[in-house]
């Protein structure tokens, strides 16, 4: 069963001038729609991975899991129970403890001036749960020492920041991890040591996470399910061996030739052309239709719908 | 062969504080030749974009040169004044920095920031200039350049304005251009289109470029040659399919096989123990020998410098051993 059911889900932003300016310059409102009729299902103990370039609602999907968004349309139901809908405080409340965020930057998401037994005690302490000793026993957990709890953030480095910030998106004993880009502002050998903690944690805890990066060769080593985001939609979904082995999205594939390779000694290969279209104006049917070789007149006026081919999911017309 | 464009020997850069000098930049030596790409890599605080710095002598003080030489075409740079060093930057060398926001002026119109660079810089009048910067902008691939000179940076996405922070970087026919992370700030897809457009031009021109980055996969498909920094040194430098494949330095080694390509398959990445020291705690000898595999008694006594290309800053190094 599922841990994590998300059904047409979207949410658009009202991103339109001042009242004032829109009276003068007669301009109407405007309106984004970072997330568009996306529909996922999360395993329980399964890595789900969100991939797309900027502006292609990844974060946003990742901000309505756990709560800190309220979808436009659609539901998120956590093991049943719809946040944004549930009447009952104490469901709520349950589920919520089962949820944590781990995010990108190990700078910003810590607060300078608390020590770090505060800041890992203080999902639990929120509730008026017992802490004693809970700060330590983490600390050695994802690989610090439980003499680091009375230190400040400033006296870590990025990655042990990180690790300071998993320690505590786990006080509260979660079972789903929504990790936004955690390695993204880490180097290479941190990266590694953070992703295997991550792993480890996972096979330990038996976590669920659902993994956001931008990053294709973290994600195919983390993840257990991907799915591929443009523009705030879904357009395909595969595991990581179908999606880099024979990925049917055309966008997939200028995403998987695009990315640099490390073995791809002066590789001259044509870069895509084109950029992310304005999302506040999306092109009509399929959203990558003007960035195509492939697009033909039903993929500039029917939006294509998510199918299911040899388990995968894909939302192109042309796709077999 | 002829004479490299950039040369560095024993570059040294100092920074004095409270608790004694920190070095940065210590004993680091290289060349570019003509049409070359040197792809300069390591970690946060490894010095790569500090050597660049001092190169284009914007180190900001109390960091200061402390000992080596630079010399672009032959001339010595590191110990001009600051009006000299005026002059070369944007002459001599081009700069792209990481955020094309802050290396263009919000408030003047690209066309003007065009014309005005090469108006100081080259002996043409401004009619040319103006045509130029047309030619320039319609090079690196901004679509109806003529009408685009009037608009200003915000006007333009994160790609294009990259493409206006080249155009200006090269429109001086720099012989030298440093990009320091050039694509970081930018997605796969406009990444691949800027790293295309750089090297083409390059080659193009015969432009030198020290590419500065921390991705691996943008320097094996871009760059000639590697410098594989740490600590402040350089641990390896050689032909940028040798270091990559065949890394000699341990930790060229083990960088390259915790990337998460080079461990496809295996339920684990290759984890280097520890973290790179603070500058402030470098240890004696060879600066990695506490994290390394294969340190012994005389790693710890004296670090071994890079004694010629293709080879590595280390007394015991890996020969010809792929990346497992």
Redesign the interface.
Known sequence: MALVRVETLSRVFDVSKPWLNRVLERSPKTYLTAVSDVSIEIEARSTYALVG??GSGKSTIGRMLVGLLAPSGGTVEIDGVDLAQERDAARVAAVRDRIQMIFQDPFASLNPRWKVRDIITEPVAARGGDTSGLAEELLEQVGLSARDAGKFPHEF????RQRICIARALASKPELIICDEPTSAL???????V??LM?DLKDDLGLTYVLIS?D???V??MADRIGVLYLGRLVEEATPDDLFASPRHPYTQ??LA???????????????EG??PDPTNPPKGCAFHPRCALATARCRSDRPVLRDLGGSRVACHLAE | MADPVLSIRDLTVEIPTRHGILRPVDRVSYDIAQGEILGVVG??GAGKSMAGNAVIGLLTPPAHIAGGEIRLNGQRIDTLGPRALRRLRGKDIGMVFQDPLTSLNPLIRIGDQLTETMLTHLDISRKEAEARAIAALDEVGIPGAARRIDSYPHEF?G??RQRVVIALALCAEPSLVIADEPTTAL???????I??LL?RLCRERGTAVMLIT?????I??TADRVAVMYAGRLAELGP??DV??KPQHPYTH???A???????GQ??????PG?MPRLDAVPDGCAFHPRCPAAQARCTASPRPVAQDGAAACWFPRIKQEVS
């Not at chain 1, 480095?157 to 042990?160: F, K, T, V």
């Not at chain 2, 997605?187 to 289109?193: E, F, G, L, T």
């Not at chain 2, 339920?267 to 280097?272: K, M």
């Open positions: 370039e900027s480095s990025g990655g042990q180097d290479v050998s941190v990266q590694a040591q992703l295997n792993s931008h294709l060769t973290v195919q080593h200028m995403l695009a990315a640099p390779r490390m073995d791809g000694f002066g590789r001259d290969i044509p870069p895509p950029e992310i | 970690e946060s996405s790609g294009m997605d796969v897809s406009v990444q691949a289109q790293i295309a090297k921390h991705d691996m996969g943008v094996a498909e940028v399919r990559l494949t083990g960088l390259m915790s990337t998460p390509l080079a461990s496809r339920a684990r990445l290759h984890q280097i973290a």
